[in-house]
């Protein structure tokens, strides 16, 4: 009686062994596509240093005399350029996300100081 239920647990097993190599996979592949991140990018060879400061600052014009303060590199062909539209208490701060064309830009209040 032993002998049949451990071959039946043998047989039984392995076409589970295939479904456990598979969600590993799966789950290595998910983890893998989240540190790098899906969506758009700049195509090869776009510096981003370049062509996200020229588009973001071209959007934020629309809105008023626009300042870049800062552009950080966020993955390969992606990045954010922050700056401000405006001026004196009209001042706003925009935040410009980039990967090959914007994909968001968000304008804010600045808080007055004191």
Partial sequence: MRG????FLTLAAAPLGGCVAGLA???VDAVGKAAVGDGPRAAPGVDVRQAAPAACMQRAATLGAA???D???RSPGRAVVWGTI???AARRSFECRWAGKIVGFT???IAPAG
């Fill in 107 to 109: 304008v804010r209040k």
């Fill in 25 to 27: 996979v799966g789950a």
């Fill in 71 to 73: 552009v950080e590199d």
């Fill in 4 to 7: 049949r239920m451990a071959a």
């Fill in 86 to 88: 405006g001026e004196g």
């Fill in 67 to 69: 300042h870049m303060i």
